[in-house]
Structures are given as C-alpha cells and as structure tokens.
C-alpha cells in the first residue's frame, strides 16, 4: 500500500473496494432482460443496482490478495484495474448505496419491481 498517509486507501481499514466487483450491465428493457437479472440476482452474493450512468451487477467477494491488516499482498504487481483506479471519490467517503436510484439484493425485491414494470409479467 502506499506509505502517503494522505492517500486515502492507506487510511481505509476496511478495504471496502477490495470486497466486491462490479460489471456494468445494458439498460434492460425487455421481460427478457429483467428476466435474466433475475437469474443472476439468484445467485449468493450477486446484486442488481442503478445509478445515474446505467445499471450494474454488483458481486461480493473479498480480493484473495487482501491482507488481515487491509494491505494488499501484490501491491507492487497488482492488476491494472486496481492501479488505474482514482480514489478522487470512494466508498471511505460515503456509501455508493447512497446514489442508488434502483437497489435489488433478492430474486423477490427485483421480481416485484418486474411485476410493477410489466403489466402482464405473469401472463
């Protein structure tokens, strides 16, 4: 990690961006996509959540590389994605769940935001 004790993630002792991955998904607009949402919010760990710049998978699950103290153990040789990434704003700040328009961590909250959606998704 970086020795700068100015530098965010150096303060951050959760590590909170190491426990997750996101994926950016495509604006769903059919009983096709959500319904393939579905599928993937069934699974442990996996959320569904929109914000401002579109929809997004959100996946739990902590970095293999991440140390007891919060450090990464490949700090140095780390993936690109990890270094490219700028802390200008971060989760250290405030909960990204904060700017969610749309949150669904179960197959029956996304379910009843499909059955409001769609009329007919039963028929």
């Keep these: 990690m970086p020795t700068d004790r100015?530098?965010?993630?150096s303060r951050c002792l959760k590590s909170i961006c190491c426990t997750y991955t996101t994926e950016a998904l495509g604006t769903p607009r059919s009983k096709a996509d959500f319904d393939h949402l579905?599928?993937?919010?069934?699974?442990e760990g996996v959320e569904i959540y929109k914000e401002g710049s579109g929809w997004y998978m959100l996946v739990h699950g902590r970095c293999e590389?991440?140390?007891?103290?919060?450090?990464?153990?490949i700090y140095e040789?780390?993936?690109?994605?990890?270094?490219?990434?700028?802390?200008d704003w971060c989760e250290f700040?405030?909960?990204?769940?904060?700017?969610?328009?749309?949150?669904f961590t179960t197959y029956a909250?996304?379910?009843a935001y499909c059955r409001r959606r769609f009329r007919r998704w039963d028929a």
């Design 109 to 111: 909250d996304l379910l």
């Design 38 to 43: 579905l599928w993937q919010v069934s699974h």
């Design 65 to 73: 590389h991440l140390l007891e103290d919060g450090l990464c153990a």
């Design 6 to 9: 100015n530098d965010k993630c």
């Design 93 to 103: 700040d405030e909960p990204a769940s904060k700017h969610f328009a749309l949150h």
């Design 77 to 87: 040789k780390r993936p690109r994605v990890c270094s490219d990434y700028a802390n």
